[in-house]
């Protein structure tokens, strides 16, 4: 179990093109988070996936963003025409249901700059 | 809807004296409270967590939580706080239908020789 891992690290992007970030959780489990980091700010929720299916989704999330999960595995995240106000970390976070709450494991996070 | 406040966003303390961070969190049912510690740059480590029971939690790094019902609280400790501690923490709570925490703003802790 190497925890959660996300890739790239960092990316540098001029404002309108698309970027897309992967997300690995950790192997058995089957709930998948993505959350958005501001600077200055605390990570705030962007969507929720139960395996495959993408269950719940922010407000912040616009139809520029879009997530997925095909093989209830790993997760991307795309931005289309990116814009200066998408630079943030984004965050991923997987659990695994057991007893009353499940406990979601943070990976290192993608650094998103917009130029 | 679920939601924490931190009310102080930078706190100075001096390497050796104790430190105390607040939380206060509103929630309609059961919490299930968290901080997390996050070094510049870095991921989100886990602290300590309460989900029920003893009231006093401790967790990683020497530091503790007390969750309080009445005041709606779940403040973080330590004793003696070290030059390394020196980061941004973030108290959370977890809870609603899919289980997705929400986080205060963060406190940004410095630590003076």
């Known amino acids: 179990d190497t925890g959660v891992s996300q890739d790239p690290r960092h990316k540098i992007t001029k404002r309108g093109q698309n970027v897309t970030f992967r997300c690995d959780p950790i192997?058995?489990?089957?709930?998948l988070y993505w959350y958005r980091q501001t600077l200055g700010q605390g990570p705030e929720f962007l969507t929720y996936?139960?395996?495959?299916?993408?269950?719940?989704k922010s407000r912040l999330l616009s139809d520029r963003f879009s997530a997925e999960r095909p093989k209830g595995s790993f997760s991307t995240l795309e931005i289309q025409r990116t814009e200066q106000g998408d630079s943030a970390m984004y965050l991923c976070?997987?659990?695994?249901?057991?007893?009353?709450?499940?406990?979601?494991?943070f990976g290192p996070g993608t650094r998103l700059t917009v130029l | 809807a679920q939601s924490v406040t931190q009310p102080d966003i930078h706190i100075t303390v001096s390497e050796g004296a104790s430190l105390e961070l607040r939380c206060n969190y509103s929630?309609?049912?059961?919490?299930?409270l968290f901080w997390y510690v996050q070094s510049p740059g870095q991921g989100l480590q886990l602290l300590l967590k309460?989900?029920?029971?003893?009231?006093l939690v401790q967790g990683i790094k020497g530091f503790e939580a007390e969750f309080k019902r009445s005041q709606s609280s779940f403040n973080l400790r330590k004793p003696s706080v070290h030059w390394s501690d020196a980061a941004e923490y973030f108290c959370?709570?977890?809870?609603?239908?899919?289980?997705?925490?929400?986080f205060g703003i963060g406190t940004k802790l410095q630590v003076i020789p």
């Open positions: 996936f139960q395996n495959e299916a993408q269950l719940e």
């Open positions: 976070a997987s659990s695994f249901p057991r007893g009353e709450y499940n406990e979601q494991f």
């Open positions: 192997s058995e489990h089957n709930r």
């Open positions: 959370a709570v977890g809870g609603g239908s899919y289980q997705k925490v929400t």
């Open positions: 929630y309609g049912a059961t919490p299930y």
């Open positions: 309460y989900f029920s029971g003893d009231t």
